[in-house]
């Protein structure tokens, strides 16, 4: 992580493009994944609903309803405690439907969130929903699973060739919803010129190894609409297990900095 540097006077304005897609796979038949691009607040987020009997569409889609009403706020303070609240309160609203719904009903959403400030990127998360960031040909993970299997990795116990297969692979410890005291980790990053960032959900993943996802990624002459199309074609292909769905978001420092 890069620390930020306040003795700097002057940071580096930044534009963004960005693509969005989601499917269901080839084995779901409902698609409980959800995602919101919010550029004129400058976030960015990924939530994938587990629950069943339509609750999941509902957690994931929470989510990504109240995220279209942030607003960015004057200082980067107000606006980072804002977010976590708004995530709060997609919390208090998944637990009140699952108390409609029945005794013992638990439902919830992993979610990971992209929110940038001047030069500065913030990547929010709970549950195994992902963010990377591709920078110099290289792809980097921004996020840690809160998973069982990640915790098995922490320990030593497996490495994470074994977790891709272990049997308890899609055991989620931390999501949106589960808990009414809410985990929400958070990570910061100073951007460079053409970062390229990545947010997923396991659906991706699962299916399509990093190694290829950094593969199809490294194609300058591809749009980011064109690399978002390769990336969930070839999860697809390769087995489609899962609701997938991919955010990308490139950040360019505008013209007039350079």
Known sequence: MSVYNNNKTEQPSFKYSFSGLTDTGRVRTRNEDS????PDQNLWVVADGMG??????FASQTITEQ?????????????????????IHSNALIRAKAEKLGKNISIGS????????KNLAFV????DSRAYLFRDHTLQRLTEDHSYVEELVRMGKIDKEQAEIHPAANVVLNAIGIDSDIRIDMEYYEMNDNDLFLLCSDGLYKDLSEEKISQILDNDRASIEELNQQLVKAALDAAGSDNCTVVLIKAAIEASNV
């Not at 992993?110 to 400030?117: E, F, G, K, M, P």
Request: aromatic content about 12%; overall charge negative; glycine content about 6%.
């Open 35 to 38: 995602f919101c691009c919010v």
């Open 52 to 57: 069943g009997h339509d609750a999941g569409d």
């Open 67 to 87: 995220a279209t009403k942030f607003n960015k706020q004057s200082s980067l303070d107000s606006s980072i405690l804002l977010l976590e609240e708004n995530l």
């Open 110 to 117: 992993t979610v990971t969130c992209l929110y940038t400030w």
């Open 124 to 127: 929010l998360w709970a549950g």
